[in-house]
Structures are given as C-alpha cells and as structure tokens.
C-alpha cells in the first residue's frame, strides 16, 4: 500500500512536500495492464445530433469513484436516482482538463467535459467505508457520491415517519370537490383516495382553499359523492418525523410500511438537509402509513471485487473480473 503523505502535504496545490518513495498507485489509477473496456458513448442526442462522448453533469464528476449514466444516456454524475448499480467506474488518465493559469490539479472533471467510464478491469480505489479489504471481498458504491464501500452496502441510517393522511370528507351531487376537515397527517397534489363513496384510482388535482396540505376544499379527479366519511390519501410524499442515525439522501434506497419494493428518495422538498422534513419518492406509495419505520440503504452491490487486502481508508486494488 501506498505511504500516508506527510504532515503538510496539501493535495491539488503547491507541492510542500516530497515522499521518499512513490506510492504504488493513486485512486482511478490503473492496477494492471489486463483487458479493460469503456461504456459505450450514445452517438445522437434525443435531437439526433452526433455525441462523441459522455459528458460530466452540472457538479462535475469525481475521478477514483464509480458513476451513473442518467436516462438522456449521455449525462455522468458521481449520485444515482434510483436503486440500479453504477454504469462505470472512473479512471484518471486523461481525464479533465486544466483551463485557468497555474489552476491546482484535482480530481473533479468540470461539469460539460468529457467522461471516460470505465465497466471492466482493474483499478486502485480508495475504501471509504464498511470494513476492511481482503481478497475477493465484494464492492459497493455509495448512491450519495460514488465511494467505495467494502462488505456491505453503507446504512443511510433509519426513522420515523408518515405516508398520506387520514381524514373526515363531504363531496355531494356528485362533485369533483372534496371538502375535508379533521386531517391527520399530509395531503398532497397527485395523492390517491380512498374511502366510503370514493371512485377506485380517484387522486387529488390541486387545491382550493384552506390549509395547504391540511383541511379545506380539494379538486379531485372524478366526480364522488360521499358525506362524513372517512378518506383516506397516499402518493409520493413521505414526512419524515424522526431521525434515529444517519441521514436521508437523495438516491438512497428507503422501505417502510406502505412503500413498495425499489423505492428511492426522489427529492427533499423542506426541512434540513438529510433530517426531518419532506421527501419525496420515486415510485408512488401503495398505502397510507400514520407511522412507520424508516430504513435506509444508502448503496449497492456493483459485481466488482477487491484483490488486495486495505483497511478502510487505504488503497486498495479492485477488480470486475471477479475472484
């Protein structure tokens, strides 16, 4: 493994520093010169214009991270927006570019540039977390940032939290407006409704007046006629109550009562960063939840493996063509 750099060594600025021995490799470096293979680049926009390349999206990518292609099947991002495993992992030979006079070195290739993503051979990664390396031990990325993770999947850590709402509802004639009072939990626009009188599939359109998620008059869908009765609503939209550790990031994999199989955060709308407050889902809910245990998974199994053993925090040597 690679030596620590000394004390005062300033990584991506003016070299203070001299190690008295090279280090064996760097994070992105290539490990071997066995056969490697490259994701393969688009060729055409959604416009039908010629895309020679993959292109960095608007935070950049990070080079010695795995990485995710997005749907437009030309932007690369170092996060992923669902449970799927990463498209590549990031080398850094000629990658990047420098643009400004004496600019540091660095690891981040700018937002727009080209990207080179790498789906097969062998690299040196450094272990971000879950336990140390030995041969053959499985390799995981982190949904956040691309780390690698050793072992198992990084917890995003769990809570606390509610799905749709519960609440007392009028709607007479029959009327496509809901008048609701008595609410518990959350009302949101695109929620499904159900209860005593409701149309099967009926959601909420947009709201009319009262408090905004909370009582007042609603626009659904479907004509309904129902009179005091319990209603009930479910969607995308999950309040986060509590956090009992971690945090709650975009990306990561979340279960619960109510939530379906693969579902992911899709967004947070409210509150502090990762903490309680308003997230947003992937997929749709497929029932109310008044309270319901959190869990997040914050990464995902990639099929590569390490070759060389490293404690969290080094080097070590990882590979996609298994043990």
Known sequence: ??????????IGSFQ?????????????????????????????DANGFPVGALIAGPNGV???????????????????????????FVHRDQQGLLTNYLQAAGTLIPPGFPVTLMTEGD??????????????????????????????????????????????????????????????????????????????????????????????TYILSAANTTSAA???????????????????AVGDSVTGTGI?????IASQVSGAAGGIGIYTLDIPATAYAASTTLTIVAGILTGWVAKTAAAVGALTQISSWGV
Do not use: H
Not at 231 to 247: I, Q
């Open 1 to 10: 493994m690679p030596p620590t750099p000394p004390s005062g060594t300033n």
């Open 16 to 44: 203070t520093s001299v190690n008295q021995y090279n280090p064996v490799g760097v994070e992105g470096d290539f490990a071997s010169a066995n056969p490697r293979a490259t994701a393969l680049t688009p060729g055409f």
């Open 62 to 88: 990070t080079v010695g991270q795995f990485a995710w292609v997005e749907a437009d099947g030309i932007t690369v991002n170092n996060f992923a927006w669902g449970n799927v495993k990463p498209t590549g």
């Open 123 to 216: 690299f040196f990664d450094l272990i971000a977390g879950g336990s140390a390396a030995v041969y053959g031990s499985a390799c995981y990325a982190r949904y956040s940032d691309g780390a690698l993770f050793i072992g198992s999947a990084p917890s995003g850590g769990g809570g606390t939290g509610s799905i749709g709402a519960t609440f007392t509802a009028s709607a007479g004639s029959p009327s496509t407006q809901l008048v609701v009072t008595s609410v518990t939990g959350l009302i949101s626009i695109g929620d499904t409704v159900s209860g005593t009188g409701i149309t099967a599939g009926t959601t909420i359109l947009s709201q009319l007046s009262g408090t905004t998620g909370g009582a007042g």
């Open 230 to 248: 319990t209603v009930t609503s479910f969607g995308n939209v999950l309040d986060v109550t509590a956090v009992s550790s971690g945090t709650f």
């Open 260 to 264: 379906p199989s693969g579902a992911t």
